[in-house]
């Protein structure tokens, strides 16, 4: 896992940094994104059961969904 950069760290106040651009932040949420797909895989392969529960209940919203 790569080292994280002080630019990841919230501001103190909780106000976004005014000198991140919106590049860094898409570049921060692409990481985020693709680390919780990570996680939802590892998941997976050591929860079979579950994922499997999760996958039937998802399609089972889908076909009672009503477009």
């Keep these: ?35 919780l797909a990570e996680a939802r895989a590892l998941r997976d392969r050591v929860q079979p059961r579950r994922a499997k529960a999760a996958r039937l209940r998802h399609a089972m919203r889908m076909r009672t969904f009503r477009w």
């Design 1 to 35: 896992m790569p080292e994280q950069d002080d630019r990841d760290a919230p501001s103190p106040r909780g106000t976004p940094d005014p000198a991140e651009t919106e590049a860094e932040r898409r570049r921060r949420r692409a990481r985020f994104l693709r680390e």
